[in-house]
């Protein structure tokens, strides 16, 4: 497997791979990382979909990309997917996925014109004093001393970062920046997770630094992910002969491990209540999604809360990937991910509105008609003032095919699970559903007297509980997270958000992409470059115009920045004077 550039091998496609109607693919998981996987195992490894199997412990595909409506429950969405024009991987994949929406066109030319016609902005990124405008106004507010920190974060080498806390080199000055209010709420990270993490996400987005105040960095599938990405992947798995099995739980893969040679020799795993095994051969090439941030969520109602699952490493893929570990020190160590979760959990919820009521205060807060099918609060507004830290979205409306006209479906979350509310005086994990949206609607500004009977009769809710939301965002070093393809593996590959793979950012949905590639590609030897992360972070004008983003507006000239502060002298800016370097700052207005 080898990365490339440009649009010479992104249209090219392969040779069929030697052997490659010999062998057999087995695939742990059927989340966006093996439902991948086995489409460029179709696609470009011209493996026959009858020699590709997938095992699923739940009843359905899709993972963490879910959106489902329930008998009972109604509609639920466990989160929502921010994504980008430099998914490469992710958009290499959906070229080739028919639309389920448009006869003729890919899924990607579906999500094109989708996102030209109607591009993402938010008009309101923060609230305060109960439904008032936070004003952020585009500003990131960081002070000389906390821009000076990012520097130094975003220059570092990975290895220094290895089990540091973003509070290891972060103070309150940065904290209290809008810049922090963005990131944190955005991506989800707190002060305790990965300093190498954050690290990663400042160099793989800063192209979008711009963008991150009014998300217009961000674009969106036009229902939720499960059908706008999961089902049109599934008819073309099903449709090549793909086989899936659910209700089974693969519980260890046996290896057999001579020297530095590790080859997967069976499949162990329950079906339906039953013990079985399945015998592997060095032709049969097994994909694990190792770990799982939506392992044991738990789903509440309107008039119970969620129960949280307090056993660290409790669930199938922990123990599964725990159970691997324990045969060689290259498959990584889960325990560093999901051992601690009062660090790695935080709850959302899905709100579904009944009548008009609801719908009037959101319009006032998004400045947007919900109902038009267009854009709506252009991703999350943040309650700045929450002591729960609460974010609300709505996507396009309608999120889902089935929903009824005059409804809509919002998501809500909080970071801080575990302390007191703003109105209803408990912490968010102990609310019933009832509870969420009163504080909701208290944070939007509906009267304190027509909180609870609003909450009763126009709306229901959904709390989901989430005991690893975050498992990938904490602290690690080396070896922590295993390679994509292990050193020495034969026929084996880890997949997903636990498997590690250079430069790319852990929780969007092109990470579980890019590995899904690479492990195809390395286990098949397909003769075709996975092209590389997007590298943005070594273009000088990508970085001058990201620094004059986050400067808001001030010159060079105005700061005294130990980093710049040859450049701001008056000979340096002679010097360059007439050549294309003053072009550049004067381009990004940084003189």
């Known amino acids: ?79 929502g997917r921010e994504m980008e024009n430099h998914f490469e991987c992710l958009w290499d994949l959906f070229r080739s996925i028919p639309s389920t929406e448009t006869e003729g066109i890919s899924v990607l030319d579906e999500f094109y014109r989708l996102n030209k016609h109607d591009p993402n902005y938010s008009l309101m990124r923060a609230s305060v004093n109960r439904g008032q405008d936070a004003h952020t106004d585009g500003k990131f507010t960081l002070s000389e001393k906390a821009s000076m920190q990012i520097i130094k974060l975003f220059m570092t080498k990975d290895e220094d ?102 080859v997967a020799k069976q499949l162990v795993l329950v079906h339906e209540g039953r013990n079985e095994t399945i015998d592997l051969v060095e032709d049969d090439l097994v994909f694990v999604t190792n770990g799982s941030c939506t392992e044991n969520s738990t789903l509440g109602d309107d008039d119970h809360a969620p129960e949280m699952n307090t056993n660290p490493g409790e669930g199938g893929c922990w123990q599964l990937w725990k159970n691997i570990a324990a045969q060689d020190p290259a498959f990584g160590r889960p325990g560093k991910f999901c051992s601690d979760i009062g660090a790695t959990n935080w709850e959302s919820a899905t709100v579904t509105t009944l009548d008009d009521r609801i719908p009037k205060y959101i319009e006032k807060m998004c400045k947007r008609d919900p109902f038009s099918g267009k854009v709506v609060t252009g991703g ?75 909450a009763r009769t126009g709306a229901h809710c959904i709390p989901c509980m989430m005991p690893y939301i975050t498992a990938f965002f904490m602290p690690r070093t080396k070896g922590d997270r295993p390679k994509v393809v292990p050193e020495g593996s034969v026929n084996f590959a880890f997949i997903g958000q636990f498997a590690d793979t250079v430069r790319d950012t852990v929780f969007t949905t092109e990470y579980s992409v890019r590995t899904a590639m690479e492990a195809v590609y390395t286990l098949l030897d397909v003769d075709r470059g996975v092209p590389e992360v997007f590298n943005s972070c070594y273009d000088v004008r990508v970085l001058l115009d990201s620094t004059s983003k986050m400067m808001d507006g001030k010159k060079l000239t105005d700061i005294k920045l130990p980093f710049i502060a040859s450049l701001v002298e008056k000979r340096a800016l002679k010097k360059v004077s007439g050549t294309i370097v003053e072009e550049l700052l004067q381009r990004y207005k940084l003189i």
């Open 380 to 454: 999350i507004i943040t309650v700045k003032d929450s002591s729960w830290l609460m974010s609300y979205t709505l996507n396009r409306q309608p999120h889902f095919r089935e929903q009824p006209k005059g409804q809509l479906v919002v998501w809500v979350y909080g970071l801080y699970t575990d302390v007191p509310g703003d109105f209803i005086k408990k912490p968010m994990r102990e609310c019933t559903g009832n509870e969420i949206v009163q504080e909701w609607l208290y944070h939007m500004g509906v009267p304190e007297h027509e909180i609870p009977e609003m």
């Open 161 to 262: 970062l290895y089990d540091k806390t973003i509070n290891d080199v972060f103070d309150n000055e940065f904290y209290s920046s809008n810049f922090w209010l963005y990131w944190q709420t955005m991506f989800a990270f707190e002060k305790w997770h990965s300093a190498l993490e954050m690290k990663l996400y400042l160099q793989r987005f800063i192209h979008h630094i711009g963008g991150l105040p009014d998300f217009s960095a961000l674009k969106f599938t036009k229902y939720n992910q499960y059908e706008s990405l999961i089902l049109p992947m599934m008819k073309y798995l099903e449709a090549h002969g793909v086989h899936f099995q659910y209700d089974t739980q693969v519980t260890n893969v046996i290896f057999d491990i001579r020297g530095n040679k590790k």
């Open 1 to 79: 497997m080898y990365y490339s550039n440009g649009n010479y091998e992104a249209f090219a496609r392969p040779e069929k791979p030697k052997d490659v109607d010999k062998k057999s693919a087995y695939l742990v998981g059927s989340g966006l990382a093996a439902l991948a996987a086995a489409c460029f195992l179709v696609r470009d490894g011209q493996m026959k979909g009858e020699h590709i199997h997938i095992f699923e412990e739940m009843k359905l595909p899709g993972g963490a990309c879910d959106g489902i409506r329930d008998d009972q429950k109604g509609f639920i969405i466990r989160g």
